[in-house]
């Protein structure tokens, strides 16, 4: 799986992750992301050992100016030893990793999906009311309606692909997108597309019947 991996997190949300300052519905994203990724559970295990390190020296004395770089030195030379987050331990034919079936109780067969139009489906995950998550179906071939974010959207593939503006994304990968990009995801001939996708804004949709739809699914 990881070999395959493109699209990865970025350093903002692996630190906050680390720091336990992301909103839940982004640690489930996050979390699910690392347990396909090694490349990225390496990267973690690097910030974890420099919050750990921050905190050890902040409890002893103020720190040396040069400090924090010394600090950063260690941390690249030890990268990837930590292997204490969650790894994929998923059953062979089982979507969902690990970190995903405990919130769903289950794997693929047992969301509960709600229509959202245009064939898409989705299924809202429960978590603090900060930020959204859900799970999303896109049928073979269909469009998510093209729109803007008002603030962070992450998008983690979990089967099939989508591709839009910027590339492609297959299962594994992840779509930061922020307020400056504006895209229409299209799921790939061939099979459903399931995605993860969890959002701490409300989209901003350019047509009219999406944005009207947008009052009774709280996408
Ligand atoms: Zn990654
Ligand atoms: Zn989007």
Known sequence: MTKTIKHHLTDDLLMGYSAGTLPEAFNL???????????????????DAVGGELVAKSETVEMAENSLTAVMEKIKASAGISEDRPKCVRAPNAVFPTPLQEYVAGDLDSVKWRRVGGGVSQAILKTSSDATVRLLRIPAGTAVPDHGHRGTELTLVLQGAFVDETDRFGAGDIEVAGEELHHTPVAEAGMDCICLSATDAPLRFNGLLPRIAQRFVRI
Do not use: K
Not at 29 to 47: N, P
């Open 29 to 47: 994203v996050v979390a699910t992301h690392i347990s396909m990724c090694d490349e990225c559970r390496a990267r973690l295990a690097s910030f």
